[in-house]
């Protein structure tokens, strides 16, 4: 569990890294992008790792909690949690989409 919550902390120090240098970036730092490259590549690095050490060791062993009642009872709640998530982020994507198509363009 500790290993776990050090990877977030790492994980989001290195997103706000990310975030800030993307915007030095889009004020005019053109070095910044260096620093954008370099905190992509790390979280394109970590994450898989990150996420096989939740699924593989973490959950499992959590899960053994649980009743086969309260176990199957979470599960669907996740399930259903990550439906709705995927919906709506991708009826964002395609309203702000269709705003960009619909939006009257400057000659």
Known sequence: MNELIEDHIFSRSTTKA?????????????????EIKDR??????????????EDDVFFPASRA????????????????????????KYKSVVKEFEAKLMAPRCL
């Open 40 to 53: 992509l590549k790390t979280l394109v690095d970590f994450y898989p790792k990150h996420i096989k050490k």
């Open 18 to 34: 990310l975030v800030e240098a993307n915007m030095r970036y889009r004020k005019g730092d053109q070095a910044a992008l260096g």
């Open 65 to 88: 909690y649980f009743s086969d009642r309260e176990d199957q009872a979470m599960l669907a709640e996740f399930w259903e949690f990550d439906r709705k998530m995927i919906h709506e």
